[in-house]
């Protein structure tokens, strides 16, 4: 079994930096995907930023130039630094990964229990 691990939210005003913080542990052989996906009241969950292939990036054009994905392989750990917040950043953040087995298999999805990001104007 694998656990996702969030930190790292909180109350910032509008202009302010936030860094987001997600540990894996258990289970894991080998992490194919990891990112960070948000859901803001009344809105469906959308992906924010993910780390794929390897180092290979992916960003939402709403937070491009903004935000910086980044992964720290030896401790399974994905981070994400917010800068320039807006009040249309707050939203639950989830870490998201995907793992791999021994064999290199997909063996399954897993997400975190979500932190708390609110940007006040």
């Known amino acids: 079994q694998v656990q996702l691990v969030e930190s790292g939210g909180g109350l910032v005003q509008a202009g302010g930096s936030l860094r987001l913080s997600c540990a894996a542990s258990g289970s894991i052989f080998s992490i194919n995907t990891m990112g960070w996906y948000r859901q803001a009241p009344g809105k469906e969950r959308e992906s924010v930023a993910r780390?794929?292939?390897?180092?290979?990036?992916n960003y939402a054009d709403s937070v491009k130039g903004r935000f910086t994905i980044s992964r720290d392989s030896a401790k399974n750990t994905v981070y994400l630094q917010m800068n320039s917040l807006k009040p249309e950043d707050t939203a639950v953040y989830y870490c998201n990964a995907q793992i791999l087995d021994g064999r290199g298999w997909y063996a399954g999805t897993y997400w975190g229990q979500g932190t708390q990001v609110t940007v006040s104007s």
């Open positions: 780390i794929i292939g390897g180092d290979g990036t």
